[in-house]
């Protein structure tokens, strides 16, 4: 069993910041294949950020230059570091890890933020 628990999530003021993590126990597969995606009320799920295969994080446009994608290998942790907040990045936030030889996908929970005045 693939066990991802989220957390970091809250309500934050636009231009605010906050931290999420990210950490997977039970069965581990490669932290090379984690990443973090977003469904906002009303909207599909969406990438937000993810490792490449030469293990350099991918974002989306949205959130390039204001998110940080990283990890601790040794705490098999993940972080999304998220500054200078905007209110359309209100959304459940997922942490997603891929299996290492089919790409199947496992989800955490989610965890809220809010970005709101």
């Known amino acids: 069993q693939v066990n991802l628990v989220e957390s970091g999530g809250g309500l934050v003021q636009p231009g605010g910041s906050l931290r999420l993590s990210c950490t997977a126990s039970?069965?581990?597969?490669?932290?090379?294949?984690r990443g973090w995606y977003r469904q906002a009320p009303g909207k599909e799920r969406e990438l937000v950020a993810r490792?490449?295969?030469?293990?350099?994080?991918y974002y989306a446009d949205s959130v390039k230059g204001r998110f940080t994608f990283s990890r601790d290998n040794a705490k098999n942790t993940v972080y999304l570091q998220m500054n200078s907040l905007k209110p359309e990045d209100t959304a459940v936030y997922y942490c997603?890890?891929?299996?290492?030889?089919?790409?199947?996908?496992?989800w955490g929970e989610g965890t809220l933020v809010t970005v709101s005045s």
């Open positions: 997603n890890q891929r299996r290492d030889w089919d790409d199947m996908d496992y």
């Open positions: 039970g069965i581990i597969f490669s932290i090379n294949k």
């Open positions: 490792f490449r295969s030469d293990g350099t994080p």
